[in-house]
């Protein structure tokens, strides 16, 4: 992925430096899917909390590519599973996001004790970023 600009990176992390929405979409016998998910972007990637066993995962591990799009920001990127949530080479991320998504996080919905219970990293590859009328490409 070509960098992005620092008035760029700047946006993005006010924008989806949070807990925030955004499409996902994945592919599986070239049909389309897509879906909201919670997602939390640092560094160029998105981190989402998902099931291994979703269909999202599935189409990812049969084609990692996927496309996403938020407030005025839409990306191709790599889907790339960081497997168990609370695996110990997973602990940096899992504190930010435990952080991140306090509202809901414990609220019953995700079993933690379960394997499954995995992060998703979608990796930027390409994108637009739209901002007061300027246009950011990478």
């Known amino acids: 992925m070509k960098e992005l ?6 946006i ?9 929405i955004i499409s996902l ?3 599986e016998k070239a049909m389309p899917y897509v879906r909201y998910v919670n997602a939390y972007y640092e560094k160029g990637a998105f981190y989402i909390i998902t099931h291994a066993l979703s269909n ?3 189409h990812i591990k049969n084609n990692p590519a996927v496309a996403i799009a938020g407030e005025w920001f839409t990306a191709h990127g790599k889907g790339i599973s960081l497997g168990y949530f609370g695996k110990i080479e997973n602990c940096v ?3 930010k996001l435990k952080k991140v998504f306090a509202e809901w996080i414990n609220n019953g919905h995700t079993d933690f004790d379960d ?3 995995i992060i998703l990293r ?3 590859t ?3 970023l739209l901002s007061h009328g300027t246009r950011y490409e990478f």
Not at 5 to 10: K, L, T, Y
Not at 12 to 20: A, L, N, P, S
């Open 5 to 10: 600009s620092q008035e760029a990176e700047q």
């Open 12 to 20: 993005m992390i006010r924008r989806f430096g949070k807990d925030t």
């Open 25 to 27: 979409a994945t592919t």
């Open 56 to 58: 999202k995962m599935k």
């Open 93 to 95: 991320i899992v504190e």
């Open 115 to 117: 394997e499954n219970t």
């Open 122 to 124: 979608v990796e930027l």
């Open 126 to 128: 390409d994108g637009l």
